[in-house]
């Protein structure tokens, strides 16, 4: 049992962004009674929630709690709180970043908990990075995991993992956001939990190819399972740990994106099989799939640190390329046979 004589006071919280994950997170810290300003870019949006106390577009059946304030006024949602969820796109972390700064400078008390999932194209850095580089001052932590925001905000049980450089910043989320339904667990593994929620996505698009082309349970199995020994490659060559990848942001959040219809990368793979245009899949979509980006990323990556990547350079060619997904997967099988793993890894 949650020894309740930990459940912290009530505080302020804004969450910056207002699509289904950000909206979810509001809802999980509003329950918990805390003050929550969720920021919407868009006027009308924050005006069309005020009013109906639902996010229409993103999550139409549910019902928000009163505590949730929402708003278009960054200045107002940022002098709510100094513990800001982050919840937009990776790329736009910069360019929100960049105007948090300009409109306060001193960010030396504020908290931030990350939970966008990718890595940025231009740079090829995580979100940690660019934080670091914009506002080297504040405490920093991501939040990743299995968790549909379709499922969390029914209430069905969902565990996360955060990850700081900061042990009490770890502690304080999980405080915060950890209710009945809603588990956290901690990690100082910022890099291995940022990696493996960023490449994910790609591999579940990857996925969904798969599916829509009907290639069956072994194939898809075989297919998530190589993907998963891509992330930990890379994954290890960015500085992470291994067995962070055989957790929650690892294979568990690679489960719940690759086999669910929940899953937006999965479905822009299942739109690309039916034949659509990456343009068209993601209109079809009405939301951001971070994999179409991140798969620009994890393939310079790939090639910058000299890590084999071929699911992800496959999807690359699908995407960007004009490569035809069974041309794709006959290239995939008829690689020349390796071991599954090097031997030197179990050595000394």
Request: with cysteine; glycine share 8%; proline share 5%.
């Amino acid at each position: 049992m949650r020894d309740e004589s930990r459940r912290p006071k009530p505080v302020n919280i804004t969450v910056m962004g207002s699509g289904s994950w950000g909206t979810a997170l509001a809802k999980v810290a509003a329950n918990k009674g805390h003050s929550v300003v969720l920021w919407c870019r868009d006027e009308k949006q924050a005006e069309l929630i005020s009013k109906s106390g639902k996010n229409d577009r993103y999550l139409p059946d549910v019902d928000l709690p009163p505590n949730i304030t929402p708003t278009s006024d960054l200045v107002s949602a940022m002098k709510h709180s100094n513990m800001w969820i982050m919840a937009v796109p990776t790329q736009a972390s910069r360019s929100l970043l960049s105007k948090l700064r300009s409109i306060e400078n001193d960010m030396d008390e504020i908290s931030i908990c990350n939970v966008a999932k990718g890595i940025e194209i231009n740079t090829l850095k995580r979100v940690s990075q660019i934080v670091q580089e914009l506002t080297p001052k504040c405490k920093y932590t991501v939040l990743s995991g299995p968790s549909h925001a379709e499922e969390v905000v029914k209430g069905l049980p969902t565990a996360v993992v955060v990850a700081s450089d900061h042990q009490e910043e770890t502690s304080l989320w999980q405080d915060i956001l950890t209710g009945e339904t809603f588990r956290i667990y901690s990690s100082e593994d910022v890099c291995g939990v940022e990696t493996g929620g960023a490449l994910k996505n790609v591999i579940a698009i990857a996925s969904g190819l798969a599916h829509r082309m009907e290639m069956g349970d072994n194939a898809t199995a075989a297919l998530v399972s190589r993907g998963l020994a891509e992330i930990m490659r890379l994954a290890v060559a960015m500085g992470s740990h291994p067995i962070t990848l055989a957790g929650l942001a690892g294979i568990g959040d690679l489960m719940v994106t690759a086999y669910s219809r929940h899953s937006r990368n999965f479905r822009l793979g299942m739109a690309l099989g039916e034949g659509l245009s990456l343009e068209e899949a993601i209109e079809t979509l009405g939301q951001v799939a971070e994999g179409a980006y991140t798969v620009k990323a994890a393939v310079e990556l790939g090639k910058k640190l000299k890590v084999e990547l071929p699911i992800s350079e496959s999807v690359y060619q699908v995407l960007y390329e004009g490569l035809s997904p069974k041309e794709a997967i006959r290239e995939l099988i008829s690689r020349d046979p390796k071991p599954e793993y090097p031997p030197h890894i179990f050595q000394e």
